[in-house]
């Protein structure tokens, strides 16, 4: 059985950092594309970030230059470095990953961006 379970979310002032991770098991994050999607009340669920089994990376252009996706396979969690925050990043946080053309999704993590 797969789970997806997200954590680091929390509440932060602007400009601050937060660091999320998506731990993975029943499914290997090396040889999968693990993505990272957030929602905010009444928005649709955007994409944020994504990471490809040979490190490829790709970003929002809203996010870009600020937030950075990594893996550790030892591990087998996915994290999402983010940087100089502001409040529109306020959302909750679903991680993602497909393999073998099937998909799933975690529960997600609070993040709010407030002073």
């Known amino acids: 059985q797969v789970q997806l379970v997200e954590s680091g979310g929390g509440l932060v002032q602007p400009g601050g950092s937060l660091r999320l991770s998506c731990a993975a098991s029943?499914?290997?994050?090396?040889?999968?594309?693990v993505s990272w999607y957030r929602q905010a009340p009444g928005k649709e669920r955007e994409f944020v970030a994504m990471?490809?089994?040979?490190?490829?990376?790709r970003y929002a252009d809203s996010v870009k230059d600020r937030f950075i996706i990594s893996r550790d396979n030892a591990q087998n969690t996915v994290s999402l470095q983010m940087n100089g925050l502001k409040p529109e990043d306020t959302a909750m946080y679903l991680c993602?990953?497909?393999?073998?053309?099937?998909?799933?999704w975690g529960q997600g993590t609070q993040v709010t961006v407030s002073s």
């Open positions: 993602k990953v497909i393999r073998s053309e099937r998909i799933y």
């Open positions: 990471i490809t089994p040979i490190d490829n990376t």
């Open positions: 029943g499914i290997t994050v090396v040889d999968s594309v």
